[in-house]
């Protein structure tokens, strides 16, 4: 931090010589953080790829990785980059680490702007109570807490039992697996922000707003400016204008996307599988602005219904903790030869049974029957309600929104027994 | 006024913002502090309640003072021994204070505990544990509930206990037992077990399904952490500790073959204080009761001697 500080500092000062160049001082600072968040987060994965293609036996590092390593790396790049280009004011070091470590935020977002936070901490107005604050934030945090412990965290056991117990998986299976880590990612990751969100308005400050109901998306890019905001929006200013953007002609605009969204899938996780998503979604962006400038256009629903399996597809590989687990959860969802239907079914349909359907208990593995109406639920929430930033507009201290947070609380309180950690702890 | 247009009055009642925080906070301390109150009131109100208080009932009792043997474990234990009619094979006082098996091995230990500091005169206990124990979850709750204070906090994080005592759940779970008090399981004083239910294998109302089987059992890391922790206190106060299985459905068996060879090759070598002996108690469909590891009670006695004859040999008198 301090590190940061100080070569910021020195990137901003225009008075005085320098004994090196701005832009090695910054590319030193860029470096420096790279090779910290690599050394931690990447050193195995590399050592275990060197061993695979050498045969080599180097034994790995098994490092613990920092908390929140990923998020104040970004931050911190975010603001030597923007000293060196002088858009940074002479912060004093107190509120620089405030910034840095500020708890709401630091374990897993929103990534924060200092544009957008040092004005925040300096403002005397914001050191005094403020209870309406404080009621808004006790709300967002409640709904947050709510979709964390009680959604999210319900999601999970069936997403764990079909990613990482089963060895193979029915088609009804696979989808309620790959369906539960959907949702499950959403609930948990957005319910941390509104958590987030809601603690620092206890403080009085104000952080950006990271998720859009994502799942409304109706084509990629759509998506991308719903899902992690903050995370869109740092790889759009620091890795893709940098790289050219879209001013360097169409290829060029198409490799820089890709490239882009591979280092984004990298950042999520030291592994192939994090990578061949980020490509994915990169080949989905690149896709989707060929069709969008050959002037093409789908129906609404179906632009939605191809958007949403994509990315539900998508997450499979993001999730797999290896390669064999993602195919199996993807063959598992199209493997049509593998239709289990309830046996108490089976004297009804029992036609389909030529047709290769076999009747049995179809949940041996997820359990299909329970995790059906949490995601049939699951998806008139998501598609249907507002998302809890635009509900936050409309709170008012009245006995109707006591009583809901209250519910809310009480809730998610009681389930905290039976909590897991947040999924983007990781990250 | 109708009632919606009351009803959307008495919700949209303003509060001022330092009221709404004030009093949301008061309401989450006092139900806190009714969920700590109502964990320390001890009501029973689930079947695990029940089990508990009416074993540790008869080791507070005058006649405990007597018994120099005692069972533990879970229901397959329960089931399956008459400690009357023991008494009568083997000639000694016995007692049986099986609980349930969410309670585990640690819950097996916990009532150890309990009897052993009421009575110092114990030297035998048998320890019965249906088959499938091995890969049940860490048993947290029995800790916290047959562990004393001190016990509590060299064993689990200091967050498990404080969000034991506060369990906001407990005001939940006694609003439940209202409406459902009268499904709870009473105790067959005449059997010396909880009652059983009237759907049976040995009444052909149950039966054993096709991929029913014990063959993907594996001893997990934390049984056997609480396994470690009852030959510790076996070994420390030389007491002398024997480990059966619990009876099991013939038919439940047969389509566990791997299970049996795990039996053998594994699960024998986690003992070394502890006498564990490999033996399987299988019944047929019609001396079973409501699960699959409980001997109808008519066939108690049978079950009964069948143990003695396994034991007789390795009891102290």
Same mark, same amino acid.
């Given at each position: &931090? ?21 832009? !090695? ?20 994965? &590399? ?179 719903? =899902? ?5 929006? #740092? ?15 169409? *290829? ?8 882009? #969204?591979?280092?984004?899938?990298? =950042? ?11 490509? +994915?979604?990169? &080949? ?6 060929? =069709? ?5 256009? +789908? ?32 063959? @598992?969802? *199209? ?93 | ?9 008495? *919700? ?60 533990? @474990? ?22 049986? +204070?099986? +609980? ?72 939940? =779970? ?39 089987? *014990?063959?993907?059992?594996?001893? !997990? ?97």
């Amino acid at each position: &931090m301090l590190f940061n500080y100080v070569v910021g500092n020195s990137l901003n000062n225009n008075e005085g010589h320098h004994r090196f160049s701005k832009k !090695s001082m910054l590319t030193f600072g860029i470096v420096s953080n790279i090779a910290l968040l690599g050394y931690f987060k990447y050193t195995d994965f &590399m050592i275990y790829n060197f061993n695979l293609l050498t045969d080599a036996n180097i034994p790995t590092l098994d490092l613990a990785l920092s908390l929140a390593i990923s998020f104040f790396t970004f931050q911190q790049i975010s603001y030597l980059v923007d000293s060196y280009r002088q858009e940074t004011k002479e912060y004093d070091f107190l509120n620089y680490s405030l910034f840095v470590t500020f708890f709401p935020q630091l374990i897993a977002g929103p990534i924060v702007h200092h544009k957008e936070m040092m004005p925040q901490f300096a403002k005397i107005r914001n050191k005094v109570k403020n209870y309406i604050n404080i009621s808004m934030g006790l709300f967002i945090f409640s709904i947050g807490l709510f979709k964390k412990v009680v959604i999210a965290d319900t999601f999970a056991v069936w997403a764990t039992a079909g990613f990482d117990t089963a060895t193979t998986l029915n088609l009804f299976e696979a989808w309620a697996t790959s369906l539960s880590y959907t949702f499950q990612l959403y609930f948990d990751f957005s319910g941390y922000t509104d958590m987030a969100i809601g603690l620092a308005l206890l403080f009085n400050i104000k952080l950006p707003i990271n998720f859009n109901s994502p799942y409304k998306a109706t084509d990629i890019q759509d998506f991308w400016r719903r =899902w992690h905001i903050t995370l869109s929006r #740092f790889l759009k200013d620091y890795v893709y204008i940098p790289l050219g953007g879209n001013r360097k002609g169409e *290829f060029r605009t198409y490799n820089n996307l890709l490239a882009t #969204f591979i280092i984004g899938g990298i =950042w999520h996780g030291a592994g192939w599988t994090f990578v061949f998503w980020g490509f +994915l979604h990169g &080949m989905a962006l690149v896709i989707h602005r060929a =069709w969008s400038k050959l002037g093409f256009k +789908l129906w609404t629903w179906l632009a939605w219904i191809i958007t949403f399996n994509f990315i539900n597809i998508a997450w499979v590989f993001f999730r797999a903790k290896e390669w064999d687990a993602a195919v199996k959860v993807i063959d @598992g969802m *199209f493997n049509f030869n593998n239709i289990v239907l309830s046996e108490k079914l089976a004297i009804k349909l029992s036609i389909l049974l030529q047709y290769g359907v076999s009747f049995d208990n179809i949940s041996v593995i997820v359990n299909v029957g329970k995790a059906l109406p949490w995601i049939v639920i699951s998806f008139v929430i998501v598609l249907y309600f507002k998302n809890s930033i635009e509900i936050q507009n409309k709170f008012k201290a009245n006995l109707f929104y006591f009583i809901g947070i209250l519910l809310l609380t009480i809730t998610a309180l009681g389930k905290l027994n039976e909590f897991s950690e947040f999924l983007y702890f990781n990250f | 006024m109708s009632f919606l247009n009351f009803c959307i009055s008495i *919700f949209s009642f303003k509060i001022t913002p330092k009221y709404f925080v004030l009093n949301f906070l008061a309401t989450l301390i006092f139900l806190f502090l009714v969920a700590f109150i109502l964990k320390q009131l001890d009501f029973k109100i689930t079947n695990n309640d029940i089990i508990k208080s009416y074993q540790i009932e008869k080791i507070k009792s005058k006649k405990f003072q007597e018994i120099n043997t005692i069972f533990v @474990g879970d229901s397959s234990g329960g089931n399956a021994i008459n400690n009357v009619y023991f008494n009568k094979l083997s000639d000694l006082k016995s007692e049986n +204070l099986c +609980l349930t098996g969410s309670w585990g091995l640690n819950g097996s230990l916990g009532i150890i505990k309990k009897a052993f500091e009421k009575n110092k005169n114990i030297k035998n206990i048998i320890i019965i544990q249906t088959l499938d124990i091995w890969e049940r979850e860490y048993s947290k709750e029995s800790i916290l509930e047959l562990f004393t204070l001190n016990e509590q906090f060299q064993l689990l994080d200091n967050i498990s206990i404080i969000s034991n005592l506060f369990n906001l759940k407990e005001i939940w =779970w006694h609003l439940k037992y209202i409406t459902t008090k009268d499904k709870l399981q009473k105790i067959d004083l005449e059997n010396d077990y909880l009652l059983q239910r009237e759907e049976k294998y040995s009444n052909n109302k149950l039966y054993i399904k096709d991929h029913e089987n *014990f063959n993907k059992i594996k001893i !997990s890391q934390s049984k056997n952490k609480e396994l470690k922790m009852l030959e510790v206190y076996c070994k420390d106060n030389s007491l002398n500790c024997i480990f059966l299985n619990g009876p099991i459905h013939k038919n439940f068996l047969t389509r566990s073959i791997e299970f049996k060879k795990y039996i053998n090759s594994k699960i024998e070598k986690q003992f070394s204080h502890i006498k564990y002996y490999n033996d399987l108690f299988i019944y047929e469909q019609n001396k079973i009761g409501d699960s699959y590891d409980h001997v109808d009670i008519k066939y108690k006695n049978e079950s009964t001697l069948d143990y003695f004859k396994l034991l007789q040999n390795e009891l102290v008198y």
